[in-house]
């Protein structure tokens, strides 16, 4: 099938045609996101520098599908219907939803625009930092949690841990699209310069140091330490904490993944530091 990329303008002031067709061999370069909460996110943040946006054959017209179309259009971005055939083998047969948009890079920031940011709107930093998370869902979620509960950004270590791919992306339901995220190659000396910046930090991990919530002031400027899966906190992020904190449970479970406890303790410090 011959690709087609009408790049006529419609009669729509700012828009650009529907095509149909794809490239005959192999996917599309670039990030490929997929998902429907991931690429609407994606275009509302309106952060990365997006290509195409390709919709299965016959994808019904619903109300965020149609959103999706008019961001696109809006954008000037290039809509392409293709068989969902092609959209199942671009992304390995994830749950695209029928939609799959081209986009570049994720747009990594740094701790100084957090921190700035913080400032500008006059509340103290609640930043969110992520000791070698591996699971890809796992970091998502983390991700959802954190918009959702006001964090001004996330910290990543730059090796051996997941980043934000288009799994991440869709598994956050495009949540991270809205965040600063940065990556640090030392995450213990990210955390020795907060701390200096006057940053308290919070390590979540039953330990027999740790201390209830209730002794923990998170009203200041505070950084939450999540561990990965399985391992938990590495030992130096351990001893650069000033605290470690449990959290009550009451169930015959004695733990949490690290998802579901990093996503608890971001909603409980967003009620105290809101109250």
């Known amino acids: ?88 083998e671009w992304v390995l047969n994830a749950n695209h939803q029928s939609v799959v948009l081209r986009a570049g890079a994720y747009p990594y920031g740094d701790v100084t625009t957090m921190l700035a940011r913080a400032q500008h709107i006059q509340s103290p930093p609640f930043l969110l930092l992520l000791d070698k998370i591996q699971d890809p869902q796992n970091l998502g979620a983390l991700f959802r949690a954190a918009e959702a509960f006001g964090v001004h950004g996330v910290i990543l270590p730059k090796h051996r841990a997941a980043h934000i791919t288009p799994a991440v992306v869709n598994a956050s339901a495009g949540a991270v699209e809205h965040l600063l995220v940065a990556t640090a190659a030392n995450l213990v000396q990210e955390m020795k310069m907060l701390k200096q910046a006057g940053v308290w930090i919070v390590g979540l991990e039953a330990h027999p140091e740790a201390v209830s919530l209730s002794a923990v002031d998170v009203n200041g400027p505070l950084a939450v330490v999540v561990g990965s899966e399985g391992f938990g906190l590495s030992r130096l992020v351990r001893e650069t904490c000033d605290w ?32």
């Open 1 to 88: 099938m011959k690709t087609s990329r009408n790049r006529k303008r419609s009669g729509k002031p700012g828009s650009r045609r529907s095509t149909s067709g794809a490239p005959r061999s192999g996917p599309p370069r670039g990030e490929l996101l997929y998902g429907r909460q991931a690429v609407r996110e994606t275009l509302r943040a309106g952060r990365r520098h997006c290509h195409d946006l390709y919709l299965a054959e016959g994808v019904k017209e619903n109300e965020i599908v149609r959103e999706i179309r008019n961001l696109a259009e809006a954008q000037r971005i290039p809509i392409h219907h293709v068989e969902r055939q092609k959209l199942d």
């Open 244 to 275: 470690l904190v449990e959290l009550p449970m009451s169930g015959h479970i004695n733990s949490l993944n690290a998802a579901v406890a990093g996503s608890v303790f971001l909603f409980w410090a967003m009620q105290q530091r809101s109250g």
